[in-house]
């Protein structure tokens, strides 16, 4: 078989006998010297549905697919680091995130100062202790880094 799976307990092992990445990137028809791939959807689905069936929170949520971010945090200052696989400009990319602090300030090292709100986290942000959610939107070309001052 391809794929085995196996429950023991409350955990489920999980052994796929392929290179996933690899097929995604064949999919996806990689260009060495070439922005020019575009990356299949059923496969991210496939990627990704193991953590959202374990009930894990997401770091991030973003508004459009193939769009990466990595998030940095040190002290009462956070930076979101987001990378546009899509290879096209992005007008306009809702971010939420979930903060422990109060923000007072986001900023774009693109776009400038960005407008924000708050909102009451809920669901599994909400059971990882997080109080609140931090929306924003801004314009995304090839990548942007976003910091965000809490209080």
């Not at 202790?129 to 924003?136: A, D, S």
Request: hydrophobic share 45%; glycine share 8%.
């Amino acid at each position: 078989p391809a794929a085995v799976q196996n429950r023991a307990g409350a955990g489920t092992a999980v052994y796929i006998a392929a290179s996933i990445g690899v097929g995604y990137i064949k999919d996806a028809n990689f260009v060495p010297d070439d922005l020019a791939e575009r990356w299949p959807g059923p496969h991210r689905t496939f990627l990704t549905q193991f953590a959202q069936n374990a009930g894990a929170a997401p770091i991030v949520k973003l508004s459009e697919p193939v769009v990466e971010a990595g998030l940095y945090e040190k002290e009462k200052r956070l930076a979101l680091a987001l990378a546009n696989f899509t290879y096209k400009p992005i007008e306009r990319l809702g971010v939420e995130l979930p903060v422990s602090g109060k923000v007072s300030a986001v900023k774009s090292l693109v776009c400038g100062k960005l407008k924000y709100t708050m909102a009451p986290a809920e669901g599994l942000w909400k059971a990882d202790g997080y109080p609140r959610v931090l929306r924003f939107a801004l314009p995304l070309g090839h990548d942007d880094l976003v910091l965000i001052e809490t209080k």
